[in-house]
Protein backbone atom coordinates (compact mmCIF):
# COMPACT_ATOMS: atom_id res chain seq x y z
CA UNK A 1 0.00 0.00 0.00
CA UNK A 2 1.70 3.43 -0.87
CA UNK A 3 2.19 6.47 0.96
CA UNK A 4 -0.59 8.72 -0.95
CA UNK A 5 -3.51 5.48 -0.04
CA UNK A 6 -2.55 5.31 3.43
CA UNK A 7 -3.16 9.25 3.68
CA UNK A 8 -6.47 9.35 1.99
CA UNK A 9 -7.35 6.51 4.37
CA UNK A 10 -6.34 8.10 7.47
CA UNK A 11 -8.18 11.64 6.66
CA UNK A 12 -11.02 9.45 5.38
CA UNK A 13 -11.42 7.47 8.92
CA UNK A 14 -10.44 11.50 10.72
CA UNK A 15 -13.41 12.90 8.61
CA UNK A 16 -15.56 10.00 9.88
CA UNK A 17 -15.03 9.62 13.08
CA UNK A 18 -15.54 13.61 13.84
CA UNK A 19 -19.09 13.58 11.96
CA UNK A 20 -20.04 10.43 14.26
CA UNK A 21 -18.47 12.48 17.31
CA UNK A 22 -20.73 15.87 16.32
CA UNK A 23 -24.21 13.30 15.77
CA UNK A 24 -23.66 11.65 18.86
CA UNK A 25 -21.73 14.12 21.10
CA UNK A 26 -23.42 14.83 24.43
CA UNK A 27 -24.22 18.28 24.47
CA UNK A 28 -26.41 20.45 22.24
CA UNK A 29 -25.71 20.91 18.51
CA UNK A 30 -24.60 24.92 19.46
CA UNK A 31 -22.41 24.07 22.43
CA UNK A 32 -20.30 21.38 20.19
CA UNK A 33 -20.28 23.87 17.53
CA UNK A 34 -19.10 26.42 19.81
CA UNK A 35 -16.46 23.81 21.26
CA UNK A 36 -15.43 22.86 17.90
CA UNK A 37 -14.71 26.51 16.91
CA UNK A 38 -12.51 27.08 20.10
CA UNK A 39 -10.55 24.21 19.56
CA UNK A 40 -9.97 24.84 15.76
CA UNK A 41 -8.99 28.94 16.53
CA UNK A 42 -6.76 27.09 19.77
CA UNK A 43 -5.41 25.40 16.31
CA UNK A 44 -4.79 27.97 14.00
CA UNK A 45 -2.94 29.87 17.10
CA UNK A 46 -0.76 27.38 17.51
CA UNK A 47 -0.18 26.76 14.41
CA UNK A 48 0.96 30.85 13.73
CA UNK A 49 2.64 30.80 17.26
CA UNK A 50 5.08 27.73 15.43
CA UNK A 51 5.28 29.30 12.10
CA UNK A 52 6.35 32.32 14.18
CA UNK A 53 9.28 30.10 16.04
CA UNK A 54 10.51 28.70 12.64
CA UNK A 55 10.28 32.00 10.94
CA UNK A 56 12.65 33.13 13.99
CA UNK A 57 14.63 30.49 14.12
CA UNK A 58 15.26 30.46 10.52
CA UNK A 59 16.20 34.44 9.84
CA UNK A 60 18.67 33.26 13.15
CA UNK A 61 20.36 30.61 11.45
CA UNK A 62 20.92 33.08 8.14
CA UNK A 63 22.09 35.77 10.63
CA UNK A 64 24.81 33.17 11.66
CA UNK A 65 25.59 31.77 8.84
CA UNK A 66 25.75 35.35 7.01
CA UNK A 67 28.58 36.12 10.09
CA UNK A 68 30.29 32.89 9.29
CA UNK A 69 30.83 33.57 5.71
CA UNK A 70 31.28 37.28 6.31
CA UNK A 71 34.71 36.12 9.19
CA UNK A 72 35.70 33.34 6.60
CA UNK A 73 35.72 35.90 3.71
CA UNK A 74 38.01 38.49 5.79
CA UNK A 75 39.92 35.94 6.69
CA UNK A 76 40.69 34.62 3.44
CA UNK A 77 40.96 38.13 1.74
CA UNK A 78 43.77 38.59 5.00
CA UNK A 79 45.74 35.54 3.81
CA UNK A 80 45.24 36.54 0.10
CA UNK A 81 47.12 39.87 0.84
CA UNK A 82 49.76 38.60 3.54
CA UNK A 83 50.37 36.33 0.59
CA UNK A 84 50.94 38.99 -2.01
CA UNK A 85 53.20 41.40 0.10
CA UNK A 86 55.63 37.88 1.06
CA UNK A 87 55.79 37.51 -2.52
CA UNK A 88 56.48 41.30 -3.33
CA UNK A 89 58.92 41.18 -0.68
CA UNK A 90 60.53 38.41 -2.27
CA UNK A 91 60.63 39.62 -5.48
CA UNK A 92 61.94 43.35 -4.45
CA UNK A 93 65.10 41.48 -2.89
CA UNK A 94 68.67 41.18 -4.89
CA UNK A 95 69.59 38.15 -5.64
CA UNK A 96 72.29 36.77 -3.76
CA UNK A 97 76.12 36.64 -5.67
Known sequence: MDDDSKMSFFF???????A?????????????????MSKANE???LAKRRAQELK?????T???GKSTVQ???ES??????????????TV?????E
Open 12 to 18: LGLGLGA
Open 92 to 96: SQPLP
Open 62 to 64: MER
Open 56 to 60: DQAAE
Open 71 to 73: RHK
Open 20 to 36: LGVLFAPKSGSETRDFL
Open 76 to 89: LSAAVDAGRQAYRE
Open 43 to 45: GAD
